[in-house]
């Protein structure tokens, strides 16, 4: 009877360890069975994420360098390089260059205000063109009236400048040379006083330039 009731309880636990061995090792899913709601295929919120960002724009080339010369002189380089304007000092210059002009600063101011007379009447034609424009309202052509003042007074002074050049006298020079920028805020305050946007805006701050320029040069660098 012992012996039987041992085997009896052998059968027990061979059947009780075979039912827990089936039930704590669930087969595995393969991909094709697993919900596609489950959190099984959810990504990760740690998972690394890749953005592409547009590589930044080349630098654009100065567009105004493209109609300088390959090799611009040296000496004219440094006189330009003092001015308060260099580009346009250079832009404006090289124009109105001959072979036998020497780089210096008195030859350099003369062939600025040659520029600067051959932008001058430039302005001036436009100006007369407006005023005489039917559509031109009456505000405009009144301000365009003291514009056109100022640039045949920037003229006349140019004149002067070049006279003062030729007796070498400094002061003449300077004083010719700095009315032009009175000359021209004349026409720039006709328009700021009438509250109205300069057609001539755009030449005018060139125009600027160039005076500036022959200002710094003739002031500063000449000296008979």
């Not at 009780?16 to 990504?43: K, R, W």
């Not at 380089?77 to 250079?90: A, K, M, S, V, Y």
């Not at 062939?111 to 063109?129: D, F, R």
């Not at 040379?177 to 009175?182: G, K, P």
Request: glycine share 2%; net charge negative; hydrophobic share 40%.
């Amino acid at each position: 009877m012992e012996i039987n009731h041992f085997i009896l309880v052998l059968i027990s636990f061979s059947c009780l360890f075979s039912f827990s061995a089936s039930t704590s090792a669930p087969s595995a899913l393969s991909d094709s069975e697993i919900p596609s709601g489950s959190p099984a295929s959810t990504p990760s919120s740690f998972d690394v994420q890749s953005f592409s960002f547009p590589e930044p724009e080349a630098d654009k080339p100065d567009q105004t360098f493209s109609i300088l010369p390959a090799s611009i002189d040296p000496g004219l380089q440094r006189i330009c390089g003092d001015t308060d304007h260099p580009i346009e000092c250079l832009t404006t210059t090289v124009p109105f260059l001959v072979e036998k002009v020497a780089i210096e600063p008195v030859s350099i101011l003369k062939v600025g205000i040659e520029a600067m007379n051959n932008k001058t009447k430039e302005t001036l034609a436009k100006a007369k063109m407006l005023l005489l424009d039917p559509s031109t309202p009456k505000p405009v052509a009144s301000c365009l009236e003291s514009c056109i003042e100022s640039y045949n007074a920037i003229l006349d002074s140019n004149q002067k400048v070049l006279d003062a050049i030729s007796i070498r006298d400094l002061y003449q020079l300077s004083m010719e040379l700095s009315s032009n920028v009175e000359n021209l805020h004349a026409c720039e305050d006709a328009f700021e006083e009438a509250n109205i946007e300069s057609p001539m805006k755009e030449m005018d701050i060139l125009l600027g330039k160039m005076i500036s320029n022959s200002l710094a040069i003739g002031v500063d660098m000449v000296h008979f």
